[in-house]
């Protein structure tokens, strides 16, 4: 787990399902990059998006370096399961009915993740937690399914959007006072696109 890689995410969707999604840059086209190249910076992400502690990321890092195979099918099965959440809240953001399918994969998902969710009392205070999450290395997956479940539930459904750069895919939810964002982040898409709209008015001047 690299600092270098750690670097690289972005938090800007307002929701960690949608940050999941947003690992991906430039889907839509062919130089499109990926944030996640293997079972390390899957626990990586987790760490930052504050899914796992410290030491629940090292216990699983440390099991998938006894386990690497089951790392490997752990780290598809992840990016299987955030293209069947990006295809959900994308059609929603475009005002479209997701693909029956694709709701079907994630009601499975939710009830397998929920099957391992767990009422724990801490400083008497009980609160969710997982069962076995530092030594089931898809357990990682299972905040993030609960999150896509939870928010397709929620009165805030409505503010999901996705970012209206034309190369960029990414999902947020509209938090701001007036409804108003457009970008996934202004200082990337807003400032580029803003920036060629002014190119393309000065070369028709």
């Not at 796992?52 to 440390?62: F, I, K, P, S």
């Not at 490997?72 to 955030?82: C, D």
């Not at 767990?118 to 999150?147: M, Y």
């Amino acid at each position: 787990m690299s600092d270098a890689t750690a670097e690289n995410f972005d938090f800007v969707g307002n929701n960690i399902c949608l940050d999941f999604v947003n690992t991906v840059h430039d889907r839509v086209s062919s130089t499109g990059r990926d944030d996640f190249s293997n079972y390390d910076d899957l626990v990586a992400w987790s760490r930052l998006a504050g899914i796992t502690t410290a030491g629940e990321a090292e216990q699983l890092l440390a099991r998938a370096r006894q386990h690497p195979e089951e790392a490997a099918r752990i780290y598809k099965r992840a990016t299987e399961q955030r293209e069947v959440i990006y295809r959900i809240f994308a059609a929603v953001a475009q005002e479209r009915a997701p693909e029956p399918s694709d709701l079907a994969r994630l009601s499975e998902l939710f009830a397998d993740a929920m099957s391992r969710a767990c009422i724990t009392l801490h400083d008497n205070t009980f609160t969710w937690d997982w069962a076995q999450k530092e030594t089931i290395l898809g357990s990682l997956l299972w905040p993030v399914i609960r999150a896509a479940a939870e928010l397709l539930t929620s009165p805030d459904l409505h503010l999901a959007r996705q970012c209206a750069a034309n190369d960029c895919t990414w999902l947020f939810l509209d938090t701001s006072k007036n409804h108003s964002r457009r970008w996934c982040d202004m200082k990337s898409c807003g400032n580029r696109t803003k920036v060629s709209k002014h190119y393309e008015k000065r070369k028709q001047k």
